[in-house]
Every structure is written in C-alpha cells, then in structure tokens.
C-alpha cells in the first residue's frame, strides 16, 4: 500500500529565507505524488504534481519539488519564503490501480513565515 | 474561477443524531470525492462517485455513511448515527472526466462538531 509521511508538523521560516518541506513516500509501484496547499479558511489547492516525466516538477507560487527514487523523498522547496505562503502543506500519493482515485495523504506540515 | 462548495461550514451535533453534509461540485465535474481530517491526523479518503454509484470507498466508509446526488447540483453525504469520534473536517472534491485525482478541487470544508 503506498503512503506517505511529512517530517515536521510545524515548520518556521524567516521572510527571504528558503522554504524545505520534506515528504517521503512508500510505494511498491512507480507513484503519483502531489503537493497541495490550504489557506486558512479555504479548500486543498494542488501546488505540483509528479506524475512520471520530470524529476524536478515545477508549480505556482515559486515552488517546486524533486522526486529522488533513491531516497523515497519529494520534498517540496522555495528559494525565498513570502509572508503569503503561510499555509498547511500536504503530500499525497495516489494509490495504483485501474480506476483508482483515492489519494493517501501526509498529516501536514504548517509553514510559518516570520517577517 | 469554478470552485467546489460546501455548506455549511461548521456544524454541531449530537450523538446519535442524523447530519447531512452539502456539497456543490464544479458545474461539469463528473467524479466527486469525499474526504476528512480528523484533528492533527491525515486526511484520508472516504468515497468516490461516478455516474450516480460509489466507485470506491474506504474501510471508512461503513454504513453509517452514504452519498447522494440528489439532483443535478448537489452531493451530499449523510452520517446516519453519528459518534464522537465523526468529528472531523469533511472535504468534498470534484474532478473533470477523463482526469484522475491530479486535477481534483477540494472545498473549503466542513468542520463537523459530535457532541
């Protein structure tokens, strides 16, 4: 069964400063991995998707993320955190299978900006 | 830009009773989703919906729990007897046809209170 897991609930950045979140995944089949973004008060809004092509998969807002086989990880990055990217951050894997469109995701990880 | 809503956004209840939790999908989405967090946990997947049947679901979703489109607009999901441990956020999501998990849209949820 595929899941994933996030290092650190709670991450604190200074504004300027680079932004690493770290997902690691487990899966028996080559995996989808996503990242998604909720602002308070609103709904799960989908940053990057790594489905198979590149490694470094680029997404909005500046960020982006490496898929490492070797290292089971896609850890999402920012070069220079904004105080607009205070948010929960989620990492998902979607599970294999035909028609299957379950995503298992990570607790999350709060990203605080401090100015 | 379309988005996914869900009224309403936090309701109390007590055990035992009846809710019924409501959702608008994106007007032409075709698969709908429901999803919940319970606190300081994962997200996890409850059920899938495809052309008015459960496409899949979770050993969540027991019968306690049901799902309907009772019209052309709303999907809904109801907890027939609640318990405590039902507090959660429940997100509802929608994807297009033809589009898997990787373009879901998520609401901005509904955090459900059991008493």
């Known amino acids: 069964a595929q899941s994933v897991t996030q290092l650190g609930s709670h991450v604190s950045v200074s504004e300027g400063a680079l932004v690493l979140l770290r997902c690691n995944y487990s899966?028996?089949?080559?995996?989808?991995l996503f990242w998604y973004v909720q602002y308070p008060n609103q709904g799960l809004q989908l940053l990057l998707k790594?489905?198979?092509?590149?490694?470094l998969v680029k997404g909005i807002n500046g960020f982006e993320a490496e898929f490492k086989k070797s290292e089971t990880s896609f850890h999402l990055t920012k070069p220079s955190a904004h105080m607009s990217d205070a948010a929960e951050y989620f990492c998902a894997v979607r599970t294999s299978g035909a028609g299957s469109y379950q995503l298992t995701f990570g607790k999350g990880t709060k990203l605080s900006v401090i100015p | 830009e379309p988005e996914v809503t869900q009224t309403p956004s936090h309701q109390v209840t007590q055990m035992g009773q009846e809710v019924i939790l409501r959702c608008v999908p994106i007007?032409?989405?075709?698969?709908f989703y429901w999803y919940r967090q319970i606190l300081g946990q994962k997200v996890e997947f409850l059920v899938s919906f495809y052309n008015n049947e459960i496409s899949e679901k979770s050993e969540i979703f027991d019968d306690q729990f049901s799902v309907e489109r009772p019209d052309g607009s709303n999907f809904t999901l109801k907890i027939r007897s609640t318990k405590l441990e039902d507090s959660a956020m429940y997100f509802c999501?929608?994807?297009?046809?033809?589009?898997?998990?990787?373009?879901?849209?998520f609401g901005s949820g509904t955090q459900l209170s059991v008493l």
């Open positions: 007007s032409n989405h075709l698969y």
């Open positions: 899966s028996s089949v080559p995996p989808y």
């Open positions: 999501a929608s994807s297009e046809a033809g589009s898997g998990p990787e373009k879901l849209f």
């Open positions: 790594y489905t198979s092509a590149a490694t």
